[in-house]
């Protein structure tokens, strides 16, 4: 007597059909060959770079929605730093994966780590390191990087009334997220400090908190 039914491990046309059927409901947008964003080769656009004019208008749009729902220039760049927390959070683990493999170390002093934000961090998002890294004479918990031209605040017209604002708080939200994400949480704060021949001048100031120098202590010993 034969039977329709499958064989024990074929698998059926059915469960094919459902599978597809599954997968093009999941939100998930499919080339021709079946591939979504997530198989791609994450070193395979190491090198690219992103048009400047489209970060410009995509980072004002940023600054425009935030602005709608503050209260004044601490609570916009608070929102700012928010916004760029997690992007942070996501570039700690791809710039470790792109690391050649004797050299990919996730950094477990405060030394390393602000030198990894000073120059690999620095590198991906704007092609080159920061300007200066220098450690707090009078407060062992604070770091300090400087950029003599944030390209976030080239792009951003500031009205006199909130000449205060600077929205490189968006980029200390990156660096803050790095910071948590390897283990050393910290408060990270954008400072305007302007000269004659570099306006623009803004110093990240990195404030560790205590655990963070009762470890690297322990690990001095």
Same mark, same amino acid.
Request: aromatic fraction near 8%; charged fraction near 25%.
């Given at each position: 007597?034969?039977?329709?039914?499958?064989?024990?491990?074929?698998?059926?046309?059915?469960?094919?059909?459902?599978?597809?059927?599954?997968?093009?409901?999941?939100?998930?947008?499919?080339?021709?060959?079946?591939?979504?964003?997530?198989?791609?080769?994450?070193?395979?656009?190491?090198?690219?770079?992103?048009?400047?004019?489209?970060?410009?208008?995509?980072?004002?749009?940023?600054?425009?929605?935030?602005?709608?729902?503050?209260?004044?220039?601490?609570?916009?760049?608070?929102?700012?730093?928010?916004?760029?927390?997690?992007?942070?959070?996501?570039?700690?683990? +791809? +710039?470790?994966?792109?690391?050649?493999?004797?050299?990919?170390?996730?950094?477990?002093?405060?030394?390393?780590?602000?030198?990894?934000?000073?120059?690999?961090?620095?590198?991906?998002?704007?092609?080159?390191?920061?300007?200066?890294?220098?450690?707090?004479?009078?407060?062992?918990?604070?770091?300090?990087?400087?950029?003599?031209?944030?390209?976030?605040?080239?792009?951003?017209?500031?009205?006199?009334?909130?000449?205060?604002?600077?929205?490189?708080?968006?980029?200390?939200?990156?660096?803050?997220?790095?910071?948590?994400?390897?283990?050393?949480?910290?408060?990270?704060?954008?400072?305007?400090?302007?000269?004659?021949?570099?306006?623009?001048?803004?110093?990240?100031?990195?404030?560790?908190?205590?655990?963070?120098?009762?470890?690297?202590?322990?690990?001095?010993?």
């Amino acid at each position: 007597m034969s039977s329709s039914a499958p064989r024990p491990g074929a698998p059926s046309q059915q469960t094919s059909s459902q599978a597809v059927q599954r997968a093009s409901t999941s939100g998930l947008r499919y080339s021709s060959n079946r591939k979504t964003i997530y198989d791609r080769n994450l070193n395979r656009s190491r090198t690219a770079e992103l048009s400047r004019a489209s970060f410009a208008y995509l980072f004002g749009e940023m600054v425009t929605y935030a602005q709608r729902r503050v209260t004044g220039i601490q609570d916009l760049e608070k929102r700012l730093n928010v916004q760029g927390y997690p992007i942070g959070i996501r570039l700690l683990d +791809l +710039l470790l994966y792109r690391e050649p493999p004797r050299t990919a170390q996730r950094p477990t002093r405060i030394l390393p780590l602000v030198q990894f934000i000073h120059t690999t961090l620095w590198r991906h998002l704007f092609s080159r390191t920061a300007d200066a890294l220098e450690r707090s004479k009078d407060n062992e918990d604070e770091y300090m990087i400087s950029d003599n031209d944030p390209v976030v605040n080239q792009y951003i017209s500031v009205p006199k009334e909130m000449s205060q604002l600077n929205c490189a708080a968006y980029v200390a939200g990156i660096i803050e997220g790095v910071c948590d994400g390897t283990g050393f949480p910290a408060r990270v704060t954008a400072h305007g400090v302007g000269t004659e021949l570099w306006p623009g001048k803004t110093v990240f100031l990195i404030k560790f908190q205590p655990e963070v120098l009762e470890r690297e202590a322990f690990l001095q010993k």
